[in-house]
């Protein structure tokens, strides 16, 4: 499971009626009136502000200083907590310079990532589960998938890989930038 929605779902446990209304009106000029109305708990809250990028994986400022505002200091420190421990594991989340072909794929890969995936003969459950810790964020599903791939075939997943599935899935535009 995603530790980061793990947190929000935690963050969201701990909020009272009253601090999930002061969240909501404090979230009055980044989320529609209507759509405010119809939350009733922190998570469906969080949803929405993840869907509209306000808050991301690696860029929780937003949602501490909502934190703040409500005097919830408790839960800002579970969220920093949460934040350097993503710092500590981060430099082996870096991409090395292996993985610049993946940087070219998902700047130039759409919609389409699945397909590309796909022809890779990467498993389909691996697939759902980044969809599913990843739910609104194109690139990074895509990112995602290409570093399990590359974890998957180890010494195998070579750019030359990625190049033949590219032009697979007549993506040829980005095989040829994978290529330089």
């Not at 601090?19 to 980044?30: G, I, N, P, V």
């Not at 980044?130 to 739910?135: G, L, S, T």
């Amino acid at each position: 499971m995603d530790p980061f929605l793990t947190l929000l779902y935690s963050l969201s446990s701990s909020l009272s009626e009253s601090e999930l209304s002061c969240l909501k009106f404090l979230c009055r000029d980044k989320i529609r009136k209507r759509k405010l109305e119809s939350v009733q708990r922190g998570v469906e809250l969080f949803s929405i502000l993840l869907e509209q990028q306000e808050i991301e994986r690696d860029n929780v400022s937003f949602l501490e200083e909502l934190l703040k505002n409500i005097s919830r200091q408790d839960l800002v420190s579970q969220l920093r907590r949460f934040v350097e421990e993503e710092a500590v594991k981060a430099p082996e989340d870096q991409p090395d310079e292996h993985e610049k072909p993946v940087e070219v794929i998902c700047e130039n890969v759409g919609r389409d990532w699945k397909m590309l995936i796909r022809k890779l003969d990467f498993p389909e459950v691996k697939i759902e589960r980044i969809v599913a810790a990843n739910p609104c964020n194109l690139r990074e599903q895509l990112f995602q998938s290409l570093r399990e791939w590359r974890k998957w075939k180890g010494k195998d997943a070579k750019a030359t890989e990625l190049i033949k599935a590219l032009r697979l899935c007549s993506m040829n535009l980005v095989a040829d930038k994978v290529e330089r």
